[in-house]
T-cell receptor, first 110, second 116 residues
């Protein structure tokens, strides 16, 4: 059964304090692993897609990496505006739907 | 581009009434749309997949008679919550497949449903 687990559930960081969010996944065949940002009361906003182990993508203060079992979202020198819930999702080769993790709620304190 | 418009953004209804939520792809044709439900501090749970012109495929545990999905055109899918009850209060989000996006999918902005 395809499964996605994210940790930690919640993370509080001081502004400038770098950290990483984890996404562990089990999928029969990985078509893609996705990271989204979700602000309260809004739909998910696309950040990255990773397709194969060893792949890395960067965007501003965010960097996503992928291994065969997990993905990390590294946040370097975060700012208060990075506060949001970060969702990880996978698509398997056997279907079109996404399987989402429960998310990590990030709060960056000024 | 790829924009999905979801309407309404929030709705309050009385218990026992029905509510319709619309999901439109504005600048692309979406042959497949997905409907998700998200409870507070929980992740998005797929409810059903709808394909244009055919019956929706519901995930296990989702009542198809309660959550009616219609995908009559390539740009519009609707979710009707029938005989709503307070436990149906949730955040409903649609997603459309298609458009020029890196992930191939575009999410709507969600609908907050409160049943009183």
């Amino acid at each position: 059964e395809d499964q996605v687990t994210q940790s930690p559930e919640a993370l509080r960081l001081q502004e400038g304090e770098s950290s990483s969010l984890n996404c562990s996944y089990t999928v029969s065949g990985l078509r893609g692993l996705f990271w989204y940002r979700q602000d309260p009361g809004k739909g998910p906003e696309f950040l990255f897609t990773l397709y194969s182990a060893g792949e890395e993508k960067e965007k501003e203060r965010l960097k996503a990496t992928l291994t065969k079992k997990e993905s990390f979202l590294h946040i370097t020198a975060p700012k208060p505006e990075d506060s949001a819930t970060y969702l990880c999702a996978v698509r398997s080769t056997t279907g079109n739907q996404f399987y989402f993790g429960t998310g990590t709620s990030l709060t960056v304190i000024p | 581009g790829a924009v999905v418009s979801q309407h309404p953004s929030w709705v309050i209804c009385k218990s026992g009434t029905s509510v319709k939520i619309e999901c439109r792809s504005l600048d692309f044709q979406a042959t497949t749309m997905f409907w998700y439900r998200q409870f507070p501090k929980q992740s998005l749970m797929l409810m059903a997949t709808s394909n244009e012109g055919s019956k929706a495929t519901y995930e296990q545990g989702v009542e198809k008679d309660k959550f009616l999905i219609n995908h009559a055109s390539l740009t519009l899918s609707t979710l009707t919550v029938t005989s709503a009850h307070p436990e149906d209060s949730s955040f409903y989000i649609c997603s459309a497949r298609g458009g020029r996006r890196p992930d191939g999918y575009t999410f709507g902005s969600g609908t907050r449903l409160t049943v009183v």
